[in-house]
């Protein structure tokens, strides 16, 4: 049976299907891209400069068409997705601008005289295992860095994203990368298993689920790959003493009901000083009741529907948990009755440990409201979590927020504003949120040789 199709989240209908690649067509994949990289690695920068300069400039000039694709295969609301297309643009320019400087040779300090650089290189083909949520910026996070060092992609896009992920390889193509640079594979998870196992291949990236992380990472270390892992997040937003409530709330409602609240690093966890915690859920709750999820492709619409019917259902669980074991549904908390991946935006409060939506991610259109009594308090909640990702804190005074900010267990935090992404930032977490970085000159050391060259002077 065909994994790959476009099943339109907003109708539930399925629109195409795509044959999965092969085991023949998969060996031939892996030595395309093994074999691409010598040539690859040895490039001149400016080789590498141009095709990422020339990649942009192909995304930029294709945003609407881009835009949706993904609109149609996971219901992102179409101006979002072109937002998405906006900064994909960017991560692939700021790597053709910052690349070369990143690959500069690092003398060092030697005791015994002569000289010692370091140099740093690519590895080697890699594996790119991506998620559905943002096809195309997880995609380019991943790629820009690693084709600018001169390392080889094969990309296994999700089941539900075929017509991007072969769009990305036109890309390419056109842009004038050598053949086997950028490999699109339609695999199945015995043929990853394959490619993880399979000694021409020299790393594995995957965001993704923590279920899938571990698997993978599993894996490689059997293999003596090495991983980047951006998995899962139950991120804080922690509201202590802000400036602006209603900036706050606008922060919250569009950090947490974005992409339908299909982000890792979503606000997923609203934690509120006591004094300020009633305004806040009046106004909090009262701007979610004006999110109307609407048709995707209306440049107008903010929420769309969830990727599946699938999310639907985990997410549905989830409330249903809590709420039957004492939770308080503040605003939505029902599947809209209509064909497709649809569900209410969804505040609930009076969650503690025991429930689903305490214990998981919720990975939808659901916001969960903590009251606290103090910022202790908040910070112990705030780390009370397997995940580490992100965290965003609302607070007036700068260096107090800072001092919080020291205390919190996760890879990012965001002050004054909803959590973000950017080329120029390094994007990670800690505990199960994943290992290694991506973005910003992070993302060029990972997949790297840092060779040391010694010279020893006569």
């Known amino acids: 049976m065909t994994t790959y199709k476009i099943v339109n989240p907003a109708t539930g209908k399925t629109e195409r299907e795509f044959p999965e690649a092969t085991d023949a067509e998969i060996q031939a994949a892996v030595?395309?891209?093994?074999?691409?990289?010598?040539?690859?690695?040895?490039?001149?920068?400016?080789?590498?400069?141009?095709?990422?300069?020339?990649?942009?400039?192909?995304?930029?000039?294709?945003?609407?068409?881009?835009?949706?694709?993904?609109?149609?295969?996971?219901?992102?609301?179409?101006a979002q997705a072109r937002g998405e297309i906006d900064i994909v643009v960017s991560i692939y320019r700021y790597y053709a601008a910052n690349g070369p400087k990143f690959l500069v040779d690092e003398e060092l300090e030697v005791a015994g005289g002569g000289s010692a650089v370091v140099r740093k290189e690519g590895i080697g083909a890699l594996l790119g295992i991506m998620p559905w949520n943002f096809p195309y910026y997880q995609v380019a996070r991943f790629a820009a860095p690693n084709l600018m060092l001169g390392n080889t992609i094969l990309l296994k896009h999700a089941p539900q994203c075929p017509e991007s992920a072969l769009a990305m390889e036109r890309i390419f193509a056109e842009a004038g990368?050598?053949?086997?640079?950028?490999?699109?594979?339609?695999?199945?998870?015995?043929q990853v298993s394959t490619i993880i196992a399979d000694p021409r291949v020299q790393g594995v990236s995957l965001t993704g689920s923590e279920r899938a992380g571990s698997a993978v990472a599993e894996q490689a270390g059997r293999h003596l790959k090495k991983v980047v892992l951006e998995l899962g997040g139950s991120d804080p937003f922690l509201v202590l003493q802000p400036e602006d409530l209603d900036k706050t709330v606008k922060y919250a409602v569009t950090g947490r009901f974005g992409n339908a609240g299909?982000?890792?690093?979503?606000a997923k966890r609203i934690i509120v000083l006591d004094e300020h915690y009633d305004a806040f859920v009046d106004k909090f709750t009262a701007a979610v009741g004006t999110v109307v999820p609407g048709d995707p492709s209306d440049p107008s619409t903010f929420m769309g529907p969830?990727?599946?019917?699938?999310?639907?259902?985990?997410?549905?669980?989830?409330?249903?948990?809590?709420?039957?074991?004492?939770?308080?549904?503040?605003?939505?908390?029902?599947?809209?009755?209509?064909e497709g991946a649809w569900y209410e935006p969804t505040v609930l409060t009076g969650v503690e440990p025991g429930m689903r939506a305490f214990e998981e991610e919720l990975f939808g259109p659901a916001a969960v409201i903590y009251r606290v009594s103090s910022e202790d308090e908040a910070v112990e909640l705030a780390n009370n979590t397997p995940y580490g990702l992100g965290a965003a804190i609302q607070c007036a005074d700068e260096d107090r927020a800072l001092e919080i900010a020291s205390r919190l267990d996760t890879g990012m935090v965001y002050i004054n504003q909803a959590e973000g992404s950017a080329a120029e930032l390094p994007f990670g977490g800690v505990k199960r949120s994943g290992i290694g970085r991506e973005l910003g000159k992070y993302g060029m050391e990972e997949f790297v040789n840092k060779k040391l060259v010694r010279v020893k002077r006569r």
């Open 31 to 78: 030595g395309r891209a093994h074999q691409a990289f010598g040539g690859w690695r040895a490039s001149p920068q400016e080789d590498r400069v141009a095709l990422l300069n020339r990649v942009a400039e192909l995304y930029a000039e294709r945003k609407d068409e881009l835009a949706a694709i993904i609109t149609r295969e996971m219901g992102k609301p179409v």
């Open 177 to 190: 990368a050598p053949d086997g640079t950028y490999v699109n594979l339609f695999a199945t998870n015995e």
């Open 262 to 266: 299909q982000a890792c690093n979503a």
């Open 306 to 338: 969830l990727s599946s019917a699938g999310a639907v259902e985990t997410l549905a669980a989830q409330i249903e948990d809590a709420v039957a074991k004492g939770a308080t549904v503040l605003a939505g908390g029902r599947r809209i009755d209509r």
